[in-house]
C-alpha cells in the first residue's frame, strides 16, 4: 500500500489505480483498526513526464516541496465495483501547504 501512494516512473497513467484485501485508507487516516475487506483506491498521479530528466526534477526537485511525487491515504479515491478504468473521473488534487 505504502508503495502505491508513491510516483514511479513505470506508470505514466492519468490515474494510478490498485485494489487491496485490506481497508488501508482507513485505517491510515481514521485510525481505525485494520478491517479484511477488498478495496480499490485511486488517486490523479502528478508526474507524467516521458523525458527522464524532466521525470526526476518534478519529483525529486520541486516534487519534495510541491508533495508530487506521492499522494496521502486522506486523498485517495474510491472505486465504485461499476465502474471501470476508463470511466473514472479523477478530482484534481489540491497542492498541500506544509
Same mark, same amino acid.
Given at each position: ?9 513505470? !506508470?505514466?497513467?492519468?490515474? +494510478?489505480?490498485? %485494489?487491496?484485501? /485490506?481497508?488501508? =485508507? @482507513?485505517?491510515?487516516? !481514521?485510525?481505525?483498526?485494520? +478491517?479484511?475487506? %477488498?478495496?480499490? /483506491?485511486?488517486? =490523479? @498521479? ?9 521525470w526526476n526534477y518534478k519529483v525529486?526537485?520541486y516534487g519534495r516541496r510541491s ?32
Open positions: 500500500f505504502q508503495v502505491f501512494l508513491l510516483t514511479t516512473r513505470d !506508470n505514466k497513467e492519468e490515474a +494510478k489505480i490498485e %485494489s487491496f484485501d /485490506y481497508d488501508w =485508507k @482507513n485505517f491510515f487516516v !481514521n485510525n481505525i483498526p485494520l +478491517k479484511q475487506t %477488498s478495496k480499490t /483506491y485511486y488517486y =490523479k @498521479n502528478r508526474v507524467r513526464e516521458e523525458d527522464s530528466t524532466a525529486i526537485w508533495h508530487d511525487y506521492k499522494c496521502d491515504p486522506e486523498d485517495l479515491q474510491e472505486e465504485h465495483p461499476k465502474e471501470t478504468k476508463d470511466d473514472l473521473h479523477v478530482e484534481p488534487l489540491m497542492p498541500r501547504m506544509h
